[in-house]
């Protein structure tokens, strides 16, 4: 059965995605008896020496009045005009997939109600973890789970920064240069660095496992910037590697949602997960831990994930089998106050007395590190003691020179 398609923005990934529809068609029809072919493509530029050059269009017009389209990629990226081209296509019954994390971690609950409202389905599969298959197998393979963690890589850039300085024994400017002259950092690459990208991803990955998209204003932020060589080093000595992780953690009746580095043990699979690839650890109370591993980025990957929406949202068009996943807003009490997110911290202080440290932290486990510095791994403690503490031992004449935190899980 043929189904017509478009994409709209011929980047990197909607150029990887026709690229697959393309070279996969035959396979892909063979496979799911859906004959996929793309009608249109839309983008500001003429592009007259692209293979598609024939299908190119400047007019969302023509995508959203043309009856035979059932299933539109939306590969734009940014907000603004990927919002108004996808509610429009949704609002005249098209199926939309997205590889948009800033569109739908912004507008997801809005645009998948729309497309319920309209009967297609808002997919975005593509948006969180590039190729690797997350958010499906979150809502369809573990809907029989109660999840209670979501613990993941979620950004490439900063992965191959943080396993240059591990192993290559870099600094963070220069595994930062490293990663631009690579082509994984962006020219500003802020939103990497900073764990904006990876805070999108976490509330997309929160929200479809928990079914409320959380703002990422609400989702405490840190990046990689201020991590040291030495902190490196001083995880090094003790097992550790140093990550950046986003998190979503169920804990009780409590909701903690973060975006952070951690010192992650050698003992857990996520600190294996090195250069620019993603790893995704979720537990669920039947099936406990799983991993799920793979590159988070790139035109290939990413259209690999794109094509798994287009070709579910192309099948449902014919038989109306799929549905969208129910996202509502967060509700006020949602995340819970990060003040009471507990864990162990590793704290390296300069100008300071292992007497002092001793008084106002109690029991800590030392940890190796530079000269004149002590660092050390405290107990288990809640933002707000850490913060109390770190508060006295300043007054008493030390300086903070990192604190990183502690993931301990155990399955
Ligand atoms: N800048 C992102 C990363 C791209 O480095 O992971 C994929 O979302």
Same mark, same amino acid.
């Given at each position: 059965m043929v189904v017509q398609v478009a994409i709209m923005g011929l980047g990197v990934v909607g150029g990887g995605t026709a690229d697959l529809l393309t070279e996969n068609h035959d396979l892909i029809l063979s496979r799911t008896g859906v004959d996929i072919r793309i009608k249109y493509i839309l983008d500001?530029?003429?592009?007259?020496?692209?293979?598609?050059a024939d299908r190119i269009?400047?007019?969302?017009s023509v995508i959203a009045s043309d009856?035979?389209?059932a299933v539109v990629a939306e590969?734009?990226?940014?907000?603004h005009p990927a919002y108004e081209f996808t509610r429009r296509l949704l609002e005249a019954g098209k199926s939309v997939v997205s590889s948009n994390k800033q569109l739908v971690s912004e507008y997801g609950v809005e645009l998948l109600s729309v497309a319920e409202k309209a009967g297609c389905v808002y997919l975005y =599969? #593509?948006?969180?973890?590039?190729?690797?298959?997350i958010l499906s197998p979150l809502r369809?393979?573990?809907?029989?789970n109660e999840i209670s963690e979501i613990s993941g890589i979620l950004n490439g850039t900063t992965n191959y920064i943080l396993t240059r300085m591990i192993s290559?024994?870099?600094?963070f400017e220069d595994a930062l240069a490293e990663a631009k002259a690579k082509g994984y950092? =962006? #020219?500003?690459?802020t939103a990497d660095i900073d764990g904006h990208d990876a805070a999108r991803k976490i509330a997309i990955l929160a929200a479809t496992a928990f079914g409320h998209l959380i703002p990422t204003e609400r989702i405490h932020t840190e990046g990689?910037?201020?991590?040291?060589l030495s902190d490196v080093r001083a995880a090094e000595s003790i097992g550790a590697r140093i990550k950046l992780l986003g998190r979503a953690l169920r804990l009780g009746g409590e909701l903690f949602i973060l975006v952070a580095p951690f010192l992650v043990?050698?003992?857990?699979?996520?600190?294996?997960?090195?250069?620019?690839y993603n790893g995704v650890l979720v537990h669920g109370n039947y099936v406990g831990d799983l991993l799920f591993y793979g590159r988070g980025a790139g035109a290939k990957a990413t259209a690999s994930a794109v094509a798994a929406d287009l070709i579910s949202a192309a099948s449902s068009a014919l038989t109306g089998a799929l549905t969208n996943p129910v996202w509502t807003p967060a509700d006020?009490?949602?995340?819970?106050?990060?003040?009471s997110f507990a864990c162990r911290h590793y704290i390296a202080l300069s100008g300071v007395e292992a007497n002092a440290v001793d008084v106002i932290f109690g029991k800590t486990e030392p940890v190796p590190t530079v000269e004149g510095e002590i660092a050390f791994l405290t107990e288990l403690m809640t933002e707000r003691e850490a913060l109390e503490r770190l508060e006295r031992i300043s007054a008493s004449g030390a300086t903070l020179q990192s604190r990183i935190r502690v993931c301990d899980r155990t399955e």
């Open positions: 500001i530029r003429d592009l007259p020496d692209s293979p598609y269009v400047h007019d969302i009856p035979e389209v590969t734009i990226g940014g907000v =599969e #593509a948006s969180t973890g590039g190729g690797i298959p369809y393979d573990l809907a029989g290559g024994g870099v600094d950092a =962006e #020219a500003n690459p990689i910037r201020g991590i040291r043990f050698d003992s857990c699979p996520l600190a294996r997960i090195d250069d620019v006020e009490s949602e995340p819970s106050d990060f003040a």
